[in-house]
């Protein structure tokens, strides 16, 4: 099993910047990829941005050229850096990890509220 727990959610004005940060613990090992998603009311989850474990990052239309995700390997944790915030960026986010039995493990959610 894996363990996430996200920190860095809050309120932003509109073109500011905002860092999420997700750190695992339990099954660290058996991590092969992680990830951010986010819901916003009234709408379903959707993938943010992706990170495997060669690197390789995936991210969603809507945030590209603002947001940039990282991991921090020696932490065992994953940022979300969010730059040029827009009121429509406004969400829970969620933390999720994939291991290699293809198990989806998820954080308890960081609220996200972008003013305009």
């Known amino acids: 099993q894996v363990q996430l727990v996200e920190s860095g959610g809050g309120l932003v004005q509109a073109g500011r910047s905002l860092t999420l940060s997700c750190t695992a613990s339990?099954?660290?090992?058996?991590?092969?990829?992680m990830g951010w998603y986010r819901q916003a009311p009234g709408k379903e989850r959707e993938l943010v941005a992706s990170?495997?474990?060669?690197?390789?990052?995936n991210y969603a239309d809507s945030v590209k050229g603002r947001f940039t995700i990282s991991r921090d390997n020696a932490k065992n944790t994953v940022y979300l850096q969010m730059n040029s915030l827009k009121p429509e960026d406004t969400a829970v986010y969620y933390c999720?990890?994939?291991?290699?039995?293809?198990?989806?493990?998820w954080g308890q959610g960081t609220q996200v509220t972008v003013s305009s």
């Open positions: 339990g099954s660290i090992g058996s991590i092969v990829a």
């Open positions: 999720n990890s994939l291991t290699k039995n293809w198990n989806r493990y």
């Open positions: 990170i495997n474990n060669s690197g390789s990052t």
